[in-house]
């Protein structure tokens, strides 16, 4: 994160734009379309610099050095996990468990999909130990 904090005129003018999806005083959120956007713009030799004015942003107040961490950023994750890498994950899965009770329903069907992994768990150890039988029989 930026040492660069954003004055109240700055939050509001980033927030217009429809390539932010937040905002604050400490940090901009991009839309994940922003971020297939500039992928797609810097692979064909763009800089990062030149693909945020195209969409509506002011450098001076978004800060050159934020463009260009933001853009590599980006670049790994794409690299690493392709176009999935770009998504915000952060709403959709918070690491908490989840704390109410379960219907008779939803308890029914995730214990039947416990027992179909398990079965399909016995299936995978019976094929290996046939494989593995036949193996030390050719020797």
Known sequence: MS???FTEKDVAILA?????KAVSM???TYTDEFKRIFIIENEKGKFPRE???ENGFDIDIVGIKRAKSSGSRWRAAYRNEGICGL???RNANTGRPRVRELS????CERLKAQINLL???NELLKKIDILERRL???K
């Open 3 to 5: 040492n660069k904090t």
């Open 16 to 20: 217009k734009n429809k390539n932010v």
């Open 26 to 28: 400490k940090g901009i």
């Open 51 to 53: 693909i945020f004015e």
């Open 87 to 89: 998504n915000d994950a």
């Open 104 to 107: 008779a329903d939803e308890r």
């Open 119 to 121: 079965k399909a768990e």
């Open 136 to 138: 030390i029989s050719k």
